[in-house]
């Protein structure tokens, strides 16, 4: 099986487009990352592409009269370089629904929650308000409903007496770092794929909250 192709976009630092930049460098992922777009030049992981040889765009959505502007824009930049798999890494932009569509079933977002827990922002001090037992992360594919696309894998931790939305935030960054470059792995493998009645693994469903990881 040929190497799959990928795009990243990213917003910021970039730690989990670093988790995959490793693991294609292990040889965990059967391929490639073609580019790295951000909409911000700022941003810490277009430092960390570039380090890694990866090709790098800056698309400044303010430089866009309104967000289809932008979307339709972006959409020609990624198609360019003809992905298999586009890979939302921190990539602060509410997508239009023409621009989910076009990349179906090949677009993938991390969320910091135990999805359909907490969708949107600020999900660490949501999920101790809510006294929720536990917490986690999420990678999902990307439809039109925000953080709403059918599971692939989550990892859940404790939440512990002593935890505050800081200490959440950084067991479960440990946590992102580990199952989006193997959701990503399985993608580029064949393993996954996105049907209208849901995610196959293997030819076979999933259950609707994904797969549940563990370290042990």
Request: hydrophobic residues 40%; proline residues 6%; charged residues 20%.
């Amino acid at each position: 099986m040929s190497e799959k192709r990928i795009v990243v976009l990213i917003s910021g630092s970039g730690s989990n487009l670093q988790a995959i930049i490793d693991s294609i460098a292990a040889g965990s992922i059967a391929g490639r990352i073609a580019a790295v777009i951000s909409n911000r030049a700022d941003a810490y992981g277009l430092t960390r592409a570039s380090n890694a040889g990866i090709d790098t765009q800056v698309m400044d959505h303010k430089q866009y009269p309104d967000r289809a502007a932008f979307d339709n824009a972006l959409q020609e930049t990624i198609d360019g370089y003809q992905p298999d798999l586009v890979v939302l890494a921190g990539f602060m932009r509410i997508l239009t629904p023409d621009f989910v569509r076009h990349y179906a079933g090949r677009l993938f977002n991390i969320h910091p929650s135990l999805l359909p827990l907490h969708k949107g922002l600020h999900t660490h001090q949501r999920a101790l308000e809510a006294g929720d037992p536990e917490h986690g992360c999420t990678v999902h594919f990307v439809t039109e409903e925000l953080d709403g696309g059918p599971l692939v894998v989550q990892a859940p931790i404790p939440v512990l007496p002593g935890d505050d939305a800081e200490s959440l935030q950084q067991r479960v960054h440990i946590l992102e770092h580990k199952i989006y470059p193997l959701a990503v792995a399985w993608f580029c493998a064949g393993r996954l794929e996105l049907t209208a009645t849901g995610v196959l693994f293997d030819g076979t469903p999933l259950p609707a909250n994904g797969f549940r990881y563990t370290d042990e």
